[in-house]
């Protein structure tokens, strides 16, 4: 295959990958979603993630059917990856996509839900042995010892079965031994502390090839004794070596040059033989402890193999979990044709949140906790309504969160849900643009997915920020009789509801209502919608919160002058409600 054919890749990026991987390697790094490959190749890491992610899942993106559905995407993979053990594991995150196959959804929740339970269940001890051992990993960029370490500090962190069932037949003891060897061997070359006697003959080496670079120093020395003979000075040059350095006697004697025609010459003859025969023990050594090495790592090559195929993917698995854990995602059920969420909350958002419970299609998911309102089930539309700053937004994102988590076959933020299995997910914010352009842009951005054969799920935020109110309730009428025609399923979110003309029995109008405002004047919002209740703007609460804080009389004037226009009676009692909550 050529590399130009793979998404996002040109011809200046195919020229950077021949270059630095070769075609073959660039391939297969692109085919398993090496983005570590792509970037030491070159690519910024932006660039790498969006090829693999098309490469690899181009059918699942399809899901994302507009710029915010895609956004809210991009965004639950940054958290996501935020928990990641390792780089690699975070950059294997990051090109996850929707997996179309129910079977593979469900496959790859088994094994995140296997690992936040095995990490619910470490001490912070053990964890912080796991997370050592695989930052250690990493930092090695993934090399067999490496791998080892890892996959024996997660045996002994007490991990087994599901998540790490690749693991469960491997010898321990031979993988420590393992361990030992490979840390000392690569590619036939051992290093320092593995075998006392190599060590030794490298030291003699070395203080053989340091008088050798001196060997003028060392004829000067010998020669200030008292020789008067070539015996006798080749006496004093074996009792200068040996008291000099920790190399024996009989071997400094026996690389003693025998046909020399001078002094000087038998010095440099004799050590530079002194160098070549502890070099050669040295050779011979190190082979020896090479092979002793090889063969321990051979004898459990079966094991070794298993911990590096299997750690990266358990890394992966474990970010996840980690991830899971710390949002308390919990598993989605299949819904065959709805999206239902119990307590559901957005993630995007810190802090304490009130919890929602919303549906729109047919679903089988009950709450069975006292007084909790139930999600209704059989209305393919739900248009939500009520006031200012009242989460309406906040929903339609929630539950394309948790719509585009359960199709990558995640866990989602949710005390229960029941998801459909959709091609399309429409989401669309509200943008507050008033010009032709901007609708035009938008309906040719929601309106296609409605007119093909799929399941499409319509998540869309306030019409009449594009366009004329009158006409917004126009749009929002036929998009809605077009959803319910169309087989597909939509929440439209809209202060036009009672501009709106008879909507289909298969649709419902829910609102949720303002409370009024908080001692600190902060507007108070149930956000839990009312099913089947128009909800209502409060425009008077707002007005009040200006009047309580307004900085002059004049401008205390202004505000009261729109208190007059939406109500006096009820900014008056707003404000004197708060001031009573305070006092009580």
């Known amino acids: 295959m050529r590399l130009e054919d793979y998404w996002g890749v040109g011809p200046k990026t195919s020229e950077r990958l021949q270059e630095s991987l070769g075609v073959e390697a660039a391939v297969e790094a692109i085919e398993t979603a090496d983005v570590r490959a792509l970037t030491e190749a070159g690519l910024s890491r932006g660039r790498a993630v969006r090829i693999l992610r098309r490469a690899n899942g181009g059918a699942g993106m399809d899901l994302l059917g507009t710029r915010d559905a895609r956004a809210v995407y991009d965004d639950l993979l940054d958290i996501a990856s935020g928990y990641a053990v390792t780089d690699h594991a975070a950059d294997r995150i990051r090109v996850l996509t929707p997996l179309p196959d129910r079977e593979a959804r469900e496959s790859r929740l088994d094994r995140v839900l296997a690992a936040r339970d095995a990490w619910d269940g470490l001490d912070g001890t053990a964890r912080e042995a796991v997370l050592d051992a695989f930052q250690e990993y990493d930092a090695r960029g993934g090399s067999e010892r490496a791998a080892v370490q890892a996959a024996l500090a997660l045996r002994e962190a007490g991990l087994r079965g599901g998540t790490f ?158 991830f899971a854990a710390a949002h308390d995602l919990t598993r989605p059920s299949h819904a065959e044709d709805g999206l239902a969420v119990i307590d559901a909350r957005n993630l995007f958002l810190d802090g304490d949140v009130q919890p929602t419970t919303y549906a729109v299609g047919s679903h089988d998911l009950t709450d069975r906790s006292d007084a909790a309102p139930q999600p209704p ?88 920020a594009i366009t004329e109110p009158g006409r917004a309730a126009d749009l929002l009428n036929g ?93 008056q009692r707003t404000l004197s409600d708060a001031r009573w909550t305070e006092s009580d």
């Open 165 to 322: 069932e690749a693991l469960d037949g491997v010898d321990e003891a031979a993988l420590r031994e393992a361990a030992g060897a490979l840390g000392y061997v690569d590619d036939g070359a051992v290093a320092a502390g593995a075998d006392e006697e190599l060590d030794r003959l490298r030291s003699l080496f070395d203080q053989a090839q340091d008088l050798e670079n001196g060997a003028l120093d060392v004829l000067e020395s010998v020669r200030e004794g008292d020789v008067r003979s070539l015996e006798a000075f080749e006496s004093a040059f074996v009792e200068y070596v040996a008291s000099e350095t920790d190399i024996p006697r009989g071997t400094v004697r026996s690389a003693a040059a025998a046909d020399v025609v001078d002094a000087a010459d038998f010095v440099t003859t004799s050590l530079r033989e002194l160098v070549a025969t502890l070099e050669a023990d040295v050779e011979a050594r190190e082979g020896t402890v090479a092979a002793d090495l090889t063969e321990i790592i051979e004898a459990a090559r079966e094991d070794v193999d298993a911990a590096v195929d299997a750690v990266d993917d358990i890394a992966v698995d474990v970010s996840l979990g980690r």
């Open 377 to 464: 089930s059989g209305d393919r539309v739900a248009v939500l309504t009520g006031a200012n700053s009242g989460g309406k937004t906040t929903l339609l994102e929630t539950l394309c969160q948790v719509t585009v988590l359960a199709a990558m076959g995640l866990p989602v933020p949710a005390r229960a849900a029941a998801v459909g299995a959709f091609d399309a997910v429409v989401f669309h914010r509200r943008h507050a643009s008033f010009n032709a352009g901007v609708l035009e842009s938008t309906l040719k951005s929601i309106v296609p997915p409605l007119t093909d054969d799929d399941r499409v799920l319509m998540l869309v935020d306030e019409f009449e």
């Open 479 to 571: 998009l809605v009789d077009l959803t319910v025609d169309r087989e597909a399923l939509g929440v439209y979110v809209t202060h036009l509801a009672d501009d709106l003309s008879p909507l289909p029995e298969a649709a419902r109008i829910d609102g949720i209502f303002a409370e009024g405002l908080t001692p600190e004047l902060e507007l108070r919002v149930d956000y839990q919608p009312r099913f089947g209740t128009v909800g209502k703007s409060t425009p008077e609460f707002i007005v009040s919160r200006l009047v309580a804080n307004a900085g002059d009389r004049t401008e205390r004037a202004g505000f009261e002058a729109l208190a007059a226009a939406v109500g006096e009676e009820a900014v």
